[in-house]
C-alpha cells in the first residue's frame, strides 16, 4: 500500500484505514437501539422518530402536532367529503441535556477485530447506566405531574404507607404492562 500523504494523522509506513467510522458507528447505534428497546421500561415513551427531530439550537427538540378532519357523510350524488390535515411542528426546550463521550483508537479497535468488544461495551453501558437514569428520571417526571395534580392524583395514585422502593417500582411497572 503507497504511504500515505504526509499530514493526514498518519506515519510513513503505516496501513491506512479505509473510512469505515460511520458505517461502524451506524451499525453501534442500531446494536443500541435494539438492547434500548428490550431493556428499558420506559422504552414504550420513545416518540415515532418521524414524528421527533432536532432543533437548530442544541437543548431544543421539535414534535409534530397533525390536526385532521373527521368523517363526513356520504352523499350519493355528491360522493365522499373533502377533507383535510396539517403537519406543524412545536419546538420543546429539554430540562436536562445530559450525554458522555467515550474516546477510543478507533484504528486499533478496527484493525484489531475491535468491533466486537466496542459494541458489548457499549450494550453493557446502556443496560447498566443509561436505561437505568432514563427509566428513573421519567418515572420521577410522572411522579411529579401526578403529585402536582389533586384530581388525577385522587384516582390514580395508589397510598399505601407500606410500600418500599422496590414495591413501588414493581407497582408502576405492572401497571405500566
Given at each position: 500500500m503507497?504511504?500515505?500523504?504526509?499530514?493526514?494523522?498518519?506515519y510513513s509506513g503505516q496501513e491506512v484505514l479505509p473510512n469505515t467510522i460511520p458505517a461502524v458507528s451506524e451499525y453501534i447505534k442500531t446494536?443500541?437501539?435494539e438492547v434500548y428497546e428490550y431493556e428499558a421500561k420506559t422504552s414504550?415513551?420513545?416518540?415515532d422518530p418521524t414524528l421527533?427531530?432536532?432543533s437548530e439550537n442544541a437543548g431544543v427538540f421539535k414534535l409534530a402536532t397533525m390536526k385532521?378532519?373527521?368523517l363526513g357523510n356520504y352523499d350519493v350524488h355528491k360522493g365522499y367529503p373533502t377533507g383535510s390535515g396539517e403537519v406543524t411542528w412545536e419546538s420543546y426546550e429539554l430540562q436536562c441535556d445530559r450525554g458522555i463521550r467515550y474516546l477510543a483508537d478507533p484504528k486499533e479497535n478496527i484493525l484489531g477485530g475491535g468491533l466486537a468488544t466496542a459494541v458489548a461495551f457499549f450494550a453493557n453501558a446502556t443496560?447498566?447506566?443509561f436505561i437505568p437514569e432514563i427509566d428513573a428520571?421519567?418515572?420521577?417526571k410522572i411522579y411529579s405531574i401526578i403529585n402536582g395534580n389533586n384530581a388525577i392524583k385522587?384516582?390514580?395514585?395508589?397510598?399505601?404507607?407500606?410500600?418500599s422502593g422496590a414495591d413501588i417500582l414493581s407497582s408502576v411497572i405492572e401497571a405500566w404492562m
Open positions: 503507497p504511504d500515505p500523504t504526509p499530514g493526514n494523522g498518519v446494536i443500541l437501539d414504550g415513551m420513545v416518540p421527533a427531530r432536532a385532521t378532519t373527521g443496560r447498566e447506566q428520571y421519567r418515572f420521577s385522587a384516582t390514580h395514585v395508589k397510598t399505601e404507607a407500606s410500600l
